[in-house]
Structures are given as structure tokens and as C-alpha cells.
Nanobody, 130 residues
């Protein structure tokens, strides 16, 4: 059974930084397709960053490009989201997600969509004050 456990959320002032962690257990694919999503009150859950581990690609939402970095530590089965230059509009519940691998347009875990992710963590709250 796949379990994803997030940590690292908190409250910071605008311009500050946080690093979120997601430890995955029971998710045993050699190349993992994982991502971070967020959901603010009254808004839909949106993808923030995605990674294909084992030398694969990363991708980001336009709103976080240049400020957020997704990375992996395979030895620890952990994916991170480093968030810098945080803004009040980054305030949301952040969720880690993992997908059973798929191929789209001939590419492994290409162009991930929310519907591709079938495992979710419980979320960690990030609050950015102005």
C-alpha cells in the first residue's frame, strides 16, 4: 500500500522560504512520477511542480517558476519542494502525489495532469503573510 507523508509546512512572511518533504512508502517503481499540488480555500487543486525520478524531467506551474524547486533523494524515498520568495498568494494546503507510471506521447510520465495521480498525501498547510 502506497503512503505519502508530507511535512515542512508552516507560517512565514512574504519573501521567506520553506522546504516541504514527502516520504513515500510502498511506492516501489524504479522511476517515480511524483508531484506537488496545492489548494487554497474556494479554489480548485492545482499542480505546482512535477518530477520523474531517476534522471527524468521536472516541470513547474508558471506561477512558481524561478521560485520553487522540486528535487528527490532516492535513498530516502523522499521528494522535496523548496519554496523561496514566498508570496501571500502561495498560501494553500500543499499535497504530495504519486502516479502509477504511464506513457503519453511516447514519453514516460509526460505532461502530468491531476487525473494521472492516484496516490495522495494528507497535506501540509503553508501560510504566507504580507
Amino acid at each position: 500500500q502506497v503512503q505519502l507523508v508530507e511535512s515542512g509546512g508552516g507560517s512565514v512572511q512574504a519573501g521567506g522560504s520553506l522546504r516541504l518533504s514527502c516520504v513515500a512508502s510502498g511506492y516501489t517503481y524504479s522511476r517515480k512520477c511524483m508531484g506537488w499540488f496545492r489548494q487554497a480555500p474556494g479554489k480548485e487543486r492545482e499542480g505546482v511542480a512535477h518530477i520523474v525520478t531517476g534522471g527524468g524531467s521536472t516541470s513547474y506551474a508558471d506561477s512558481v517558476k524561478g521560485r520553487f524547486t522540486i528535487s528527490q533523494d532516492n535513498a530516502k524515498n523522499t521528494v522535496y519542494l523548496q519554496m523561496n520568495s514566498l508570496k501571500p498568494e502561495d498560501t494553500a494546503m500543499y499535497y504530495c502525489a504519486a502516479a502509477s507510471p504511464y506513457v503519453r506521447s511516447g514519453v514516460y510520465c509526460y505532461a502530468p495532469r491531476r487525473i494521472d495521480y492516484n496516490y495522495w498525501g494528507q497535506g501540509t498547510q503553508v501560510t504566507v503573510s504580507s
